[in-house]
Structures are given as C-alpha cells and as structure tokens.
C-alpha cells in the first residue's frame, strides 16, 4: 500500500519542495505516509506512533528516521495547496482500498 502511494507521489511531486529543504523527507515519502493517515482514519500523531511501532513501514519507502508529527502536518498544509492534490490523495486511497488487506503496507 505504502510503496503504491510513494510511486503515485513520485509521479506527481518534485522530490523537495525548495532548493534549500532540509532534504530529510522527499515529499513523495510524506504523500505516502499521508495517504496511510487518510486510509486508516488516523491523526497526525497516531500516524507518527503507527510509524513508531511499526519501523518496516517507513523502510519501504526509504525514510531513515520518522518524522516528527509536526512534520506530517506542515507538509499536508504545504501539500493541499497545490490544485488536484486532495483528489489525487482521496483516489489514491480509494485504489488502495480495493486491495486486498492484509500486512502488506
């Protein structure tokens, strides 16, 4: 699930959002995980505990530390300013929804 959404914001997204961002996250690393908050109903800081818990989910989209929640809710609010976003973020979650569940994230 995880590694469609970072392929889907790997299409749609430039890798950082400034030429001098950190270069912590790429943005298609955080659409991922936000996609992951939308799919499971979460907020920002069960997000970023699942993450805790569960350190393999981050691996597979290559992230080598876990954002800080705060992080995940600066780049949604950088992020859905940009037209089409929201749509790309709730079809990416329908798609993701028709998988079948399971561990797989």
């Not at 981050?58 to 037209?83: C, D």
């Amino acid at each position: 699930m995880l590694e469609l959404a970072h392929r889907v914001g790997s299409e749609v997204f430039e890798l950082y959002s400034h030429e001098s961002s950190p270069r912590t996250y790429t943005q298609p690393q955080l659409f991922a995980c936000l996609v992951l908050k939308t799919y499971m109903g979460l907020d920002y800081r069960r997000l970023h505990g699942l993450l805790e818990d569960y350190p393999e989910i981050v691996r597979t989209i290559g992230m080598e530390k876990i954002p800080h929640f705060t992080t995940f809710q600066k780049a949604s609010e950088r992020l859905m300013r940009v037209p089409r976003v929201k749509q790309l973020l709730n079809e990416t979650v329908s798609t993701v929804g028709k998988k079948k569940e399971g561990t797989d994230w």
